[in-house]
Nanobody, 113 residues
Framework: QVQLVESGGGLVQAGGSLRLSCAAS????????MSWYRQAPGKDREFVAI????????YYADSVKGRFTISRDKAKNTVYLQMNSLKPEDTAIYYC??????WGQGTQVTVSS
């Protein structure tokens, strides 16, 4: 059974930083894309960042470009999201996605002004 478990969320003041982790088990994602999405209250889930397996490329939503960094440790089957210069509008539940198919349960990020 494939499981993705996010951690690292919490409450932080605007301008602060958080580092999210997503540990995968049940299958390896060393040859699969891993990505982060988020969903704010009353809004649809939106793409945040992706790390592709083929060229180890990374792509970001315009709203987080320059502030967030996605990285992965293939040996640990884990993907990270380093979030700097956080804004209140970054408040959301952050979800990890593996291979475009598997989802974690989400971790809450709250940024106070």
């Amino acid at each position: 059974q494939v499981q993705l478990v996010e951690s690292g969320g919490g409450l932080v003041q605007a301008g602060g930083s958080l580092r999210l982790s997503c540990a995968a088990s049940g299958r390896t994602f060393s040859n699969g894309d891993m990505s982060w999405y988020r969903q704010a209250p009353g809004k649809d889930r939106e793409f945040v960042a992706i790390s592709t397996w083929d060229r180890d490329s990374t792509y970001y939503a315009d709203s987080v470009k320059g502030r967030f960094t996605i990285s992965r440790d293939k040996a640990k089957n884990t993907v990270y999201l380093q979030m700097n210069s956080l804004k209140p509008e970054d408040t959301a539940i952050y979800y990890c996605n593996g291979g475009g198919k598997y989802w974690g349960q989400g971790t809450q990020v709250t940024v106070s002004s």
